[in-house]
């Protein structure tokens, strides 16, 4: 069975569903989401995508980050997703969405209407081996200059999520 995602249009409405693949090749825009996990320590957990994504394969990115299924709402896939990446759930809020587009060297085209969430946890994470090759905690000033440094190791979305979220944490802080 294949995976059909959520369409949307630029204000986040639902236009429809379609098959996960199809809608990268032809470059749909569709509902995203990106989660930014914090622990007490003020380090945020990034994951390194598993080789075998279909894009951004072995690139370093956000917490966690995933779409919602048809007839599932956000609010349940952020959690779904996080037990399956991260073997943890835990509080979410949504601090901003933003719409972004990318061609990857396959062809492949990401289209999204990325909905950013942060937590705060602070016990064991399991990492799903099947679905993420490494996780880390970074204290931010490292990560800010690794991100800096090292462009090119870390997915495009989380380098455009990243800013926002550095302003609203700085400015409310991390939960």
């Known amino acids: 069975m294949t995976e059909k995602i959520t369409l949307v249009d630029e ?20 509902a995203a989401f990106s989660i ?3 622990n007490d320590k003020e380090e945020m957990l990034i994951q390194k995508r598993h080789p075998a994504k279909y894009h951004s394969g072995g690139l370093w990115a956000n917490s966690c980050c995933s779409h919602p299924r048809q007839d599932e709402i956000i609010d349940q896939a952020i959690h779904r997703r996080l037990r399956e990446e991260l073997g ?14 990318v061609e ?7 289209h999204e209407l990325d909905n950013v969430f942060l937590g705060r946890f ?6 799903n081996p099947q679905k993420i090759q490494d996780v880390k905690w970074l204290k931010l000033d490292d990560l800010a200059s690794d991100i800096k440094n090292r462009s090119a190791q870390y997915a495009y979305w989380f380098k455009r999520a990243w800013p926002r979220v550095i302003k609203f944490i700085s400015h409310y802080g991390a939960l």
């Open 11 to 30: 204000n986040n409405n639902i236009t429809g569903y379609e098959e996960k693949l199809k809608v990268h090749q032809l470059g749909l825009l569709h």
């Open 122 to 127: 602070n016990g064991p994470v399991h990492p």
């Open 88 to 101: 943890f759930d835990c509080p979410l809020k949504k601090i901003f969405d933003f719409t972004y587009r």
């Open 104 to 110: 990857f060297e396959n062809g492949l085209i990401e």
């Open 36 to 38: 930014f996990i914090f």
